[in-house]
């Protein structure tokens, strides 16, 4: 049984940090590429950030290049996305996503077509 469950979410102030998890299992994270999307209402699901599975290297949006870093810890078999210096427009339902790695890594990170595997979310709210 393949699941991957977000935690995390909540409340913050402009200009603070969060740290968001994503618990994988049933998948080898060496074998996947997890990417981070997020979805505000109205608006398409768009990608975040996203690790490749075979040399962890990165790959991150425009939106939130040098704010947000995209982690894993194989022991854990948990992917993190260290959110700083948030901003109410990064309020949204953030969701995690997996599939084998088969392309280049900057040719799907931020594709959520490419991923087969996704969690159901968690909120982060960004508001004074």
């Known amino acids: 049984q393949l699941q991957l469950v977000e935690s995390g979410g909540g409340l913050v102030q402009p200009g603070g940090s969060l740290t968001l998890s994503c618990a994988a299992s049933?998948?080898?994270?060496?074998?996947?590429?997890i990417g981070w999307f997020r979805q505000a209402p109205g608006k398409e699901r768009e990608g975040v950030s996203c690790?490749?599975?075979?040399?962890?290297?990165?790959y991150d949006a425009d939106s939130v290049k040098g704010r947000f870093t995209i982690s894993k810890d194989p022991g854990k078999n948990t992917v993190y996305l260290r959110m700083n210096s948030l901003k109410p427009e990064d309020t949204a339902v953030y969701y995690c996503?997996?599939?084998?790695?088969?392309?280049?890594?900057?040719?799907?990170?931020?594709?959520?077509?490419?991923?087969?595997?996704w969690g159901q979310g968690t909120q982060v709210t960004v508001s004074s």
């Open positions: 996503a997996a599939v084998l790695q088969e392309l280049p890594l900057q040719a799907m990170c931020t594709i959520r077509e490419a991923y087969e595997h």
């Open positions: 049933g998948l080898r994270l060496d074998l996947h590429v």
């Open positions: 690790v490749s599975g075979s040399d962890g290297s990165t």
